[in-house]
């Protein structure tokens, strides 16, 4: 299935766990128990220690104190969404004409306790390949790992739920971004798999000043999988979620041409008659 159709079946997904009319009934534990909280102008924990990717002991706080820090979540093992937005972020900043490491800083934390700095190194070469501008990406964006403690300050402080479920072996989650001031306050959050070159330029400037922007609008993207019967998604249901998703995407396009179409008709002929 093409990349395309997956992530207009996770895209449906969205809809729906974004609507309050809709999801409350119908979203199973955990869904209910993930996603994020928009806590503005919250501080965050730059005492915080993790290893990056070449197994050496770090601060939250190095990456901090000149520049504004763009702060992903994933954990690197995720066999659904983290890979993708992951690939998002490296192709949004490609166009970007600012520079990891000279205008800003890009954070990596995984929020898995049970992964350390090879998988996280494994990571980042594969994204600097997609990133194209290895010396800039080796410089600047930071892949981490640590102790539950430790990542739990953090996720906590950005407003970031997510749960791991025992049967599925994997995490509950959303995916997303926070754009965080030079002194390690949340400036902005931005919400899917890629974003706008243009938009994150405008966030990192203002986080580079010192501003806090508001809250915005969530279009969720949940990694998780359920089955009726074990209350869990699985893959063959997320596949029949994407093939739905395309056919009704695909399906309200064919409504909206023929409704257009049928009411210039309508117009046309009262024009005629009149």
Not at 19 to 48: F, I, K, Y
Not at 74 to 79: L, S
Not at 125 to 153: C, M, P, V
Not at 183 to 206: D, M, N, Q, T
Request: net charge positive; aromatic share 10%.
């Amino acid at each position: 299935m093409s990349r395309t159709v997956r992530l207009a079946g996770l895209g449906l997904l969205a809809v729906l766990v974004g609507s309050p009319a809709l999801a409350q009934p119908m979203m199973p534990s955990p869904t209910r128990e993930v996603g994020w909280e928009q806590n503005m102008g919250a501080q965050l924990p730059l005492d915080a220690k993790f290893t990056d990717e070449n197994g050496k002991a770090v601060r939250l706080g190095d990456y901090f104190g000149k520049r504004p820090v763009l702060l992903s979540l994933a954990y690197y093992e995720c066999p659904m969404l983290c890979g993708i937005a992951l690939e998002g972020l490296a192709r949004s900043l490609k166009g970007f004409t600012l520079t990891p490491g000279a205008d800003f800083e890009v954070v990596t934390l995984s929020f898995s306790p049970t992964e350390g700095p090879e998988l996280a190194k494994a990571k980042k070469s594969n994204l600097l390949d997609l990133y194209g501008r290895k010396a800039e990406g080796q410089a600047g964006w930071h892949f981490l790992t640590g102790s539950d403690a430790e990542i739990r300050r953090v996720t906590e402080a950005v407003g970031f739920r997510y749960r791991w479920d025992e049967l599925q072996k994997q995490y509950a989650h959303a995916t997303g971004i926070v754009v965080v001031t030079p002194e390690g306050a949340i400036s902005r959050y931005f919400f899917g798999v890629e974003y706008a070159p243009k938009e994150l330029r405008l966030g990192l400037s203002e986080a580079s000043e010192g501003k806090v922007g508001g809250v915005a609008a969530q279009l969720l993207l949940l990694c998780f999988e359920y089955n009726p019967a074990l209350g869990k998604y699985t893959a063959e249901t997320m596949t029949a979620l994407r093939i739905a998703g395309g056919f009704l995407v695909v399906a309200f396009g064919v409504f909206l041409a023929v409704s257009l179409r049928r009411e210039r008709r309508s117009r046309a002929h009262l024009g005629a008659n009149a």
